[in-house]
């Protein structure tokens, strides 16, 4: 069904400088608190800490944020196009909902990982279609949060190639 996803050299040419973007929407804030038996027990902070150490060893800088907006993560989308390398984004529930979120993706001119720490397709039906996995370079879903380190691991080696 998608078509417009683009490779790393496609989307990004040569690889950008700047530091890489983590963006995190709706109600992740409530992480380690929330739903433990779907999201485990690590809150925000601690995902935070893991991908800075990981970006650390592999010589990238992170801007890591999080928001409940719809229109603050499209205007960090943006930002991480315009001064940012790269792209890992969890946009939880805006995922199954946000044309705007896809189109800000489509927009910027750098890679992009999506993020889910739960398995999206082993839930509900609502859950099974991301807006946001057509213009991205890959997903990550079902893993916990290793799946940031794993996007990160991803990008990196996308941004070496490009
Ligand atoms: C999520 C999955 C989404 O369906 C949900 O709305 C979230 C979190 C995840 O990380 O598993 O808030 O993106």
Redesign the pocket.
């Known amino acids: 069904m998608a078509t417009s996803a683009k490779t790393a050299s496609a989307k990004t040419g040569p690889a950008k400088v700047g530091p890489i973007y983590v963006l995190n929407?709706?109600?992740?804030n409530l992480l380690g608190k929330r739903e433990p038996h779907?999201?485990g027990t690590e809150g925000l902070a601690g995902i935070e800490k893991r991908v800075k150490e990981r970006a650390k060893a592999l010589g990238h800088k992170i801007e890591f944020r999080q928001t409940n907006s719809e229109g603050e993560l499209i205007t960090w989308i943006q930002e991480a196009g315009a001064k940012g390398a790269g792209l890992i984004i969890?946009?939880?529930?805006y995922?199954?909902t946000s044309i705007g979120l896809h189109d800000a993706i489509a927009a910027i001119d750098v890679p992009v990982v999506e993020?889910?720490?739960?398995?999206?397709h082993k839930?509900e039906a609502f859950?099974h279609h991301s807006y946001v996995s057509s213009v991205a370079l890959g997903v990550i879903?079902g893993l916990g949060p290793i799946g940031y380190e794993l996007a990160l691991e991803a990008l990196a080696e996308a941004l070496k190639k490009a």
């Open positions: 929407g709706p109600n992740l779907i999201y969890n946009p939880a529930a995922s199954h993020v889910h720490i739960s398995n999206i839930r859950r879903c």
